[in-house]
Protein backbone atom coordinates (compact mmCIF):
# COMPACT_ATOMS: atom_id res chain seq x y z
CA UNK A 1 0.00 0.00 0.00
CA UNK A 2 2.88 2.37 0.61
CA UNK A 3 4.35 1.70 -2.74
CA UNK A 4 0.57 2.75 -4.22
CA UNK A 5 0.38 6.45 -2.04
CA UNK A 6 4.09 6.85 -3.26
CA UNK A 7 3.18 6.21 -7.25
CA UNK A 8 0.17 8.33 -6.27
CA UNK A 9 2.07 11.40 -5.99
CA UNK A 10 4.64 10.46 -8.15
CA UNK A 11 2.18 10.38 -10.83
CA UNK A 12 0.98 13.71 -9.95
CA UNK A 13 3.93 15.25 -9.86
CA UNK A 14 5.03 13.99 -13.23
CA UNK A 15 1.45 15.13 -15.23
CA UNK A 16 1.81 18.60 -12.84
CA UNK A 17 1.79 20.54 -16.24
CA UNK A 18 -1.12 19.05 -18.27
CA UNK A 19 -3.55 18.65 -14.84
CA UNK A 20 -2.97 22.02 -13.64
CA UNK A 21 -3.05 24.13 -15.95
CA UNK A 22 -6.55 23.22 -16.51
CA UNK A 23 -7.00 24.17 -12.37
CA UNK A 24 -8.74 27.98 -12.15
CA UNK A 25 -7.43 29.88 -9.60
CA UNK A 26 -10.15 30.78 -7.65
CA UNK A 27 -12.75 27.89 -6.26
CA UNK A 28 -15.37 29.67 -7.16
CA UNK A 29 -14.88 30.06 -11.08
CA UNK A 30 -14.80 26.73 -12.66
CA UNK A 31 -14.36 28.10 -15.66
CA UNK A 32 -11.64 31.12 -15.03
CA UNK A 33 -8.52 30.73 -17.31
CA UNK A 34 -5.41 28.81 -16.20
CA UNK A 35 -2.72 30.84 -14.34
CA UNK A 36 0.79 30.16 -15.48
CA UNK A 37 3.18 32.20 -17.43
CA UNK A 38 6.53 31.28 -19.15
CA UNK A 39 9.91 33.03 -18.02
CA UNK A 40 12.53 31.93 -20.09
CA UNK A 41 15.62 33.38 -22.22
CA UNK A 42 15.46 33.31 -26.10
CA UNK A 43 14.30 30.03 -27.90
CA UNK A 44 17.76 29.34 -28.54
CA UNK A 45 17.82 25.74 -26.56
CA UNK A 46 18.74 27.07 -22.91
CA UNK A 47 16.86 26.21 -20.21
CA UNK A 48 13.44 27.05 -19.82
CA UNK A 49 11.27 28.04 -16.69
CA UNK A 50 7.45 27.57 -16.42
CA UNK A 51 5.50 28.93 -12.99
CA UNK A 52 1.41 27.76 -13.21
CA UNK A 53 -0.49 26.99 -9.81
CA UNK A 54 -2.44 24.00 -8.97
CA UNK A 55 -3.42 20.66 -6.69
CA UNK A 56 -1.70 18.10 -5.18
CA UNK A 57 -2.05 16.02 -2.75
CA UNK A 58 1.34 14.19 -0.68
CA UNK A 59 1.67 11.45 2.26
CA UNK A 60 4.20 11.13 5.06
CA UNK A 61 4.06 7.69 6.62
CA UNK A 62 6.08 7.74 10.07
CA UNK A 63 5.93 3.80 10.59
CA UNK A 64 8.52 4.37 13.73
CA UNK A 65 5.44 6.78 15.18
CA UNK A 66 2.77 5.09 14.24
CA UNK A 67 1.41 8.00 12.03
CA UNK A 68 0.82 9.19 8.49
CA UNK A 69 -0.23 12.29 7.24
CA UNK A 70 -2.12 14.48 4.30
CA UNK A 71 -1.39 17.43 2.76
CA UNK A 72 -3.39 19.16 0.23
CA UNK A 73 -5.06 21.56 -1.79
CA UNK A 74 -8.66 19.97 -1.11
CA UNK A 75 -10.10 19.99 2.30
CA UNK A 76 -11.62 16.22 1.73
CA UNK A 77 -8.51 14.00 2.60
CA UNK A 78 -8.10 11.18 -0.29
CA UNK A 79 -7.88 7.57 1.41
CA UNK A 80 -4.98 6.02 -0.86
CA UNK A 81 -5.55 2.79 -0.29
CA UNK A 82 -9.34 2.70 -0.72
CA UNK A 83 -8.70 4.84 -3.72
CA UNK A 84 -11.75 7.54 -2.99
CA UNK A 85 -11.79 10.71 -1.63
CA UNK A 86 -13.52 10.65 2.08
CA UNK A 87 -16.44 13.86 1.95
CA UNK A 88 -16.51 16.61 -0.57
CA UNK A 89 -14.48 19.30 -1.10
CA UNK A 90 -15.60 22.54 -0.27
CA UNK A 91 -12.67 24.58 0.00
CA UNK A 92 -9.79 24.88 -2.10
CA UNK A 93 -5.88 25.81 -1.89
CA UNK A 94 -3.49 26.09 -4.81
CA UNK A 95 -0.08 25.72 -4.82
CA UNK A 96 2.45 27.63 -6.88
CA UNK A 97 4.40 25.39 -9.27
CA UNK A 98 7.84 26.01 -11.03
CA UNK A 99 9.64 23.78 -13.43
CA UNK A 100 12.39 24.06 -14.95
CA UNK A 101 12.98 22.21 -18.18
CA UNK A 102 16.22 20.96 -19.25
CA UNK A 103 15.31 20.59 -23.39
CA UNK A 104 12.17 22.47 -23.81
CA UNK A 105 12.67 22.59 -27.60
CA UNK A 106 11.59 19.07 -27.38
CA UNK A 107 8.44 17.64 -28.84
CA UNK A 108 7.97 16.54 -25.27
CA UNK A 109 10.17 18.28 -22.77
CA UNK A 110 9.28 15.64 -20.26
CA UNK A 111 11.71 12.91 -22.11
CA UNK A 112 14.73 15.30 -20.62
CA UNK A 113 15.39 16.39 -16.99
CA UNK A 114 12.77 18.14 -15.85
CA UNK A 115 13.30 20.31 -11.84
CA UNK A 116 10.22 20.49 -9.82
CA UNK A 117 9.58 23.08 -7.08
CA UNK A 118 5.83 23.39 -5.37
CA UNK A 119 4.97 25.82 -2.52
CA UNK A 120 2.23 25.06 -0.97
CA UNK A 121 0.92 27.95 1.33
CA UNK A 122 -2.34 27.37 3.93
CA UNK A 123 -2.97 23.74 2.87
CA UNK A 124 -5.12 21.54 4.33
CA UNK A 125 -3.32 19.42 6.66
CA UNK A 126 -4.61 15.61 8.28
CA UNK A 127 -2.67 13.56 10.78
CA UNK A 128 -4.12 10.21 11.08
CA UNK A 129 -3.06 6.92 13.83
CA UNK A 130 -1.69 4.51 11.93
CA UNK A 131 -0.57 1.97 10.58
CA UNK A 132 -1.17 3.34 6.98
CA UNK A 133 -1.03 0.08 5.04
CA UNK A 134 -4.19 -1.38 7.53
CA UNK A 135 -6.50 1.82 6.75
CA UNK A 136 -9.59 0.22 4.98
CA UNK A 137 -12.40 2.07 3.84
CA UNK A 138 -13.27 6.27 4.56
CA UNK A 139 -14.85 5.26 7.94
CA UNK A 140 -12.02 3.51 9.02
CA UNK A 141 -9.50 6.43 8.01
CA UNK A 142 -11.72 9.33 9.63
CA UNK A 143 -11.69 7.46 12.79
CA UNK A 144 -8.08 7.87 12.88
CA UNK A 145 -7.99 11.07 12.62
CA UNK A 146 -5.91 12.56 14.93
CA UNK A 147 -5.74 16.60 13.99
CA UNK A 148 -6.61 18.81 11.25
CA UNK A 149 -5.79 22.36 10.63
CA UNK A 150 -3.90 24.20 7.50
CA UNK A 151 0.24 24.42 7.02
CA UNK A 152 2.81 24.81 4.90
CA UNK A 153 4.93 22.63 2.59
CA UNK A 154 7.56 22.65 -0.07
CA UNK A 155 8.22 20.05 -2.86
CA UNK A 156 11.13 19.49 -4.58
CA UNK A 157 11.75 16.90 -7.27
CA UNK A 158 15.09 17.46 -9.24
CA UNK A 159 13.90 14.54 -11.75
CA UNK A 160 9.93 14.60 -12.56
CA UNK A 161 9.36 12.44 -15.21
CA UNK A 162 12.34 9.79 -14.71
CA UNK A 163 10.83 6.89 -15.44
CA UNK A 164 9.50 8.30 -18.98
CA UNK A 165 13.27 7.65 -20.59
CA UNK A 166 16.17 5.14 -20.23
CA UNK A 167 18.99 7.37 -17.48
CA UNK A 168 21.74 6.30 -15.64
CA UNK A 169 20.76 9.08 -12.84
CA UNK A 170 18.80 7.94 -9.31
CA UNK A 171 15.72 10.49 -9.07
CA UNK A 172 15.73 12.63 -5.31
CA UNK A 173 12.51 13.81 -4.60
CA UNK A 174 10.56 15.19 -1.24
CA UNK A 175 9.38 17.67 1.21
CA UNK A 176 8.95 18.99 4.12
CA UNK A 177 5.72 20.47 5.76
CA UNK A 178 4.52 22.78 9.25
CA UNK A 179 1.74 23.52 11.07
CA UNK A 180 1.28 25.62 14.26
CA UNK A 181 -2.02 25.29 15.26
CA UNK A 182 -3.64 21.98 14.46
CA UNK A 183 -7.01 21.38 15.74
CA UNK A 184 -7.18 18.27 17.99
CA UNK A 185 -9.95 15.82 17.25
CA UNK A 186 -10.22 15.58 21.19
CA UNK A 187 -10.01 19.16 21.70
CA UNK A 188 -6.93 21.52 22.08
CA UNK A 189 -3.80 21.92 19.48
CA UNK A 190 -0.55 20.99 18.50
CA UNK A 191 2.09 21.70 16.20
CA UNK A 192 3.38 19.45 13.51
CA UNK A 193 6.41 19.03 11.39
CA UNK A 194 6.93 16.35 8.35
CA UNK A 195 9.66 15.64 6.13
CA UNK A 196 9.58 12.63 3.60
CA UNK A 197 12.77 12.50 1.93
CA UNK A 198 12.99 9.70 -1.10
CA UNK A 199 15.17 8.09 -3.64
CA UNK A 200 15.08 5.81 -6.68
CA UNK A 201 16.56 4.69 -9.94
CA UNK A 202 14.15 5.99 -12.23
CA UNK A 203 13.26 2.39 -13.57
CA UNK A 204 11.61 0.19 -10.86
CA UNK A 205 9.05 1.57 -8.75
CA UNK A 206 9.69 -1.04 -6.03
CA UNK A 207 13.38 0.28 -5.68
CA UNK A 208 12.05 3.66 -4.02
CA UNK A 209 13.69 4.54 -0.54
CA UNK A 210 11.88 6.92 2.16
CA UNK A 211 12.63 8.03 5.03
CA UNK A 212 9.50 9.67 6.43
CA UNK A 213 9.80 11.65 10.18
CA UNK A 214 6.72 12.76 11.57
CA UNK A 215 6.72 15.61 14.86
CA UNK A 216 3.15 16.09 16.58
CA UNK A 217 2.89 16.94 19.92
Known amino acids: ?18 CDQNVPTQPAADTAAP ?11 NPRIVRFTGLAT ?19 PFNFNAGERCGDVTALSFADVQQILKDPDLADPFLDQVHGLRL ?30 RGNFTNTDNDIAIFLRENNNA ?4 FTAQANKLELVGGGRAKYNGVSKCV ?12 DKINFH
Do not use: Y
Open 1 to 18: MRIKALLAVLVLAAFAVA
Open 35 to 45: AFSFNNNPDNG
Open 58 to 76: FVIIDDDANLFSLHSGRDA
Open 120 to 149: GRDIFVHVFQGPFDEVTDCDDMLSRLLAFG
Open 171 to 174: NAFG
Open 200 to 211: WDGNDFESIKCV
